[in-house]
């Protein structure tokens, strides 16, 4: 496989604080999210997503808990974990088309992760912190991913907020979807979405 990020260095090694780059500035200033109807195949393989969720996991980590982990769905075990989902929504008496869309909720894309916040609750680190850092994974992702040549999406919906299907995913207790971040190859270019106008955004603080 021909590696696209370069390797970490060595611990301890002196870094660059700064790393000035015109096409990461024109990689941020343009980021647009894929349409999840629109993600075909090809995804990454193997090979190329652990090197993806490498990178995404270089975010800010304050006492170097990582307190985050991911659940990652290839190939058939997306439509497994969507019977799983369809079940649930039976189980409960849904709408047959709930049911189906449950169960093709993960088929949208070719490779799905799941990113689970899983903090450490030691009264050390404030949990919402590394909740900040388990969301700045799924940015750092969508980025290393556009960057690479895929396209992507963060959703949650439903499956996020579930104890049934967290008991599916196999989350633990303190344990939280932060999203399930969808890539692949865009089959359109997204158009431009109203962005939020930064001047009703921003205050400077005078005391």
């Not at 680190?125 to 396209?151: M, R």
Request: with cysteine.
């Amino acid at each position: 496989m021909t590696k696209r990020f370069p390797p970490a260095p060595p611990l301890g090694e002196p870094m660059l604080p700064v790393r000035p780059s015109a096409e990461a500035r024109t990689l941020l200033a343009l980021r647009r999210s894929a349409n999840k109807q629109f993600i075909g195949p090809p995804g990454p393989s193997p090979d190329d997503l652990d090197e993806l969720l490498q990178i995404a996991a270089r975010v800010p980590d304050h006492r170097k808990l990582a307190p985050w982990r991911f659940v990652v769905f290839e190939g058939d075990a997306r439509a497994r974990f969507g019977i799983g989902l369809a079940e649930i929504r039976a189980g409960r008496g849904d709408p047959e088309p709930e049911v189906e869309n449950a169960r093709k909720l993960l088929l949208r894309a070719p490779v799905v992760v799941a990113v689970i916040s899983s903090p450490v609750d030691d009264g050390k680190t404030p949990v919402w912190e590394q909740e900040l850092s388990t969301g700045a994974v799924c940015y750092n992702l969508l980025l290393a991913a556009n960057a690479s040549g895929w396209a992507g999406n963060w959703l949650s919906e439903w499956p996020a907020f579930d104890d049934d299907a967290g008991k599916l995913l196999g989350l633990e207790d303190g344990e939280r979807v932060a999203g399930f971040i969808y890539l692949g190859t865009a089959t359109c270019d997204p158009p431009e979405r109203p962005r939020a106008d930064m001047a009703e955004k921003i205050t400077r603080w005078e005391g």
